[in-house]
């Protein structure tokens, strides 16, 4: 079995699964000539580096590091210029001071005409491969209970917990619609927390000699915990929720690839590995909703995606091992045609909330922000301005009519609360009767 395979089989033994710490640049699964082109490139831009500084930067181990500095030293790209810390054994070489030649500078400097990428070391496409297949797996299972827990914060009916426990038991592809305003971009990031433990996520992957830049800071947020000894290019993070927009094209799909850096940035769905991949304000993309749908069906239907790696004249097979949320107040059918709703294999409705709900969101903003609650209060408003104005309820109209309570009596001078005056100042600074305005102008 390859040396690259083997480092597989370690993160299989528990739960999570630790990424074992390889001790040579074959069980790294990358060329030495890589890595010590790498490391020239970090010391190139560091201007001069400690050794030990050198293998934390790549997150190697020395006893791959070293080789690399002693190669780079030997061929007159490196010189040492002294020692810091202990003088005995490896931590004497460990502390040594490298610094760039004449050479080494110009020789750098080529490097990064092809590549500028001098991160962490990346790991092989084909670990990267078992590792987010196995943890892709790797789920807790979603009960009536620990969904209830996970979206406490919210008021929801139990319609949308009943149809929304056995979507996410079954990591299948969720549809969520209904009006604006009702919590259907906070369901979905509550329910990354419901896919299953940490997992660890790799700073780059390495693949026909090219770099593929993978951990998003944005996307990915490592976990703070006692780890024992474990390969450093995998950060643990929490199961990651990446979110798209109205702002989301066709080319954030596919590996994007920047001539002036040299590497490739990672695909957001493979960013969204192992967790959720929420495309919000389906319908409002700038590719249409076919398009989109074209492009994800088929992996959704066999869990693996293809995509191309230009410079390396080459396509590569990665998983698809994240749950697709589609978040959307458009109605479904206006969107795609009945062939499509089938492959979305859950379909949860987020419907307005009742008076009742509404009434429940409203006390719990009002301890939230410390008002005193009235129900009498809350009644006036409904009566007055939704039921008079046929106005239909939204979820997060609460906390947005309270924010413009509160400011509006800090503006006047008077004690926030639920009185009938600020009611209705915060009310008619919210909803824009913008019809009935033009009219009156005319």
Not at 96 to 120: F, H, K, N, S, W
Not at 346 to 356: A, G, L, Q, R, S
Request: a negative charge.
């Amino acid at each position: 079995m390859p040396a690259a395979a083997m480092a597989v089989t370690a993160p299989q033994r528990t739960h999570i699964g630790f990424p074992p710490v390889p001790q040579t640049p074959k069980e790294a699964g990358l060329p030495a000539a890589f890595i010590n082109d790498l490391v020239l490139k970090v010391v190139y831009y560091n201007g001069s580096m400690l050794g030990r500084d050198v293998a934390e930067h790549v997150c190697l181990p020395w006893a791959i590091v070293s080789p690399a500095l002693k190669f780079l030293a030997d061929e007159g790209y490196l010189g040492t210029t002294g020692i810091r810390g202990a003088v005995g054994g490896a931590e004497f070489a460990e502390g040594l001071q490298y610094a760039m030649t004449r050479a080494g500078r110009d020789r750098a400097r080529e490097l990064i005409e092809v590549c500028q990428y001098a991160g962490p070391a990346p790991v092989p496409l084909e670990v990267y491969v078992a590792v987010a297949r196995h943890q892709g797996r790797s789920g807790n299972p979603v009960s009536h209970q620990t969904l209830r827990s996970a979206l406490e914060h919210l008021v929801l009916p139990p319609s949308v917990l009943n149809r929304l426990g056995p979507a996410l038991g079954s990591r299948q592809s969720i549809f969520l619609y209904g009006p604006a305003g009702n919590g259907k971009t906070s369901i979905a990031e509550a329910c990354a927390t419901l896919l299953g433990d940490a997992i660890f996520v790799p700073h780059a992957i390495y693949v026909k000699g090219e770099v593929i830049r993978f951990f998003d800071p944005i996307h990915h947020r490592p976990v703070n915990a006692d780890l024992p000894p474990h390969d450093r290019r995998w950060a643990l993070c929490s199961r990651p929720v990446v979110r798209a927009g109205g702002e989301l094209t066709g080319r954030e799909l596919e590996l994007s690839y920047d001539p002036r850096l040299g590497f490739y940035e990672a695909s957001l769905q493979l960013k969204a590995n192992g967790g959720l991949f929420l495309v919000d304000d389906f319908g409002r993309q700038q590719l249409s909703p076919q398009e989109l749908l074209n492009r994800l069906i088929v992996p959704l239907e066999v869990g693996f995606d293809y995509l191309n790696i230009g410079r390396a004249g080459t396509t590569v097979m990665v998983p698809f091992t994240e749950v697709l949320v589609l978040s959307t107040n458009l109605r479904p059918r206006d969107l795609v045609d009945e062939a499509f709703l089938r492959r979305i294999r859950y379909k949860v409705e987020v419907p307005n909330p009742t008076v009742i709900e509404y009434g429940r969101i409203f006390r719990r903003v009002c301890e939230n922000v410390g008002l005193e609650f009235d129900p009498a209060a809350v009644n006036y408003l409904i009566e007055e301005h939704y039921r008079k104005a046929g106005r239909p309820l939204h979820g997060c109209e609460p906390r947005d009519i309270i924010d413009h309570l509160v400011h509006a009596a800090a503006y006047f001078g008077v004690e926030p609360r639920l009185t009938p005056e600020l009611i209705d100042h915060a009310v008619s600074a919210y909803f824009a009767n913008l019809d009935e305005e033009v009219e009156a102008a005319n």
